[in-house]
């Protein structure tokens, strides 16, 4: 019966610490979202600044999201040495484990994160490809500007180049 107590009295507490760990790893998942729908935000609306700013907190809160998956992941791996499980036991694995009470909470939390995960990495994707088309759109433009023998209006308000005979740059200048 001793090792039982004692069993319990070092689980209940790294397992109360690993709930309050999964609910800020969700926490943490919902603020990257909202920084993602932000950014989508202010691509749609071409606010370059907006986007520049959003790229510098999606980095940080990117930096946040994954301190916070490690330390869930090192309480999951001490409530593991706790329960007498392998270190690398998923929680799935665990909960057959846990008091009854804690299964319904620890499982629900689990799929919080699971689901408010795969959103993240769908919007990061979505957002991924905008950006990259907005990129691409930039460098069709930068090349059409940098163009060989790029059409330029003369003094009487039609196409030639061939008038300058020079650059681009002599021609504006």
């Known amino acids: 019966m001793r090792p039982l107590i004692h069993e319990a009295s070092i689980m209940i507490p790294t397992l109360q610490r690993l709930i309050e760990s999964l609910r800020k790893e969700l926490q943490q998942y919902g603020e990257m979202l909202a920084l993602l729908d932000h ?74 994160n699971n689901q408010l995960l795969l959103r993240v990495q769908s919007r990061a994707r979505q957002n991924h490809l905008l950006l990259r088309r907005s990129v691409e759109l930039m460098q069709q433009f930068i090349g059409s500007l940098c163009a060989v023998s790029p059409p330029v209006y003369n003094c009487a308000g039609t196409l030639g180049a061939e008038a300058f005979g020079g650059s681009l740059y002599e021609a504006v200048g």
């Open 39 to 112: 950014q989508q935000e202010q691509v749609a609306h071409r606010r370059t600044a907006g986007v520049w700013d959003s790229v510098s907190a999606i980095d940080t809160q990117g930096t946040v999201m994954a301190e916070a998956r490690s330390e869930r992941e090192a309480l999951q791996r001490s409530l593991a040495r706790a329960l007498g499980r392998p270190e690398a036991a998923t929680i799935a694995e665990l909960l057959p484990c846990l008091p009854p009470d804690y299964r319904p909470l620890v499982g629900a939390l689990v799929e919080e």
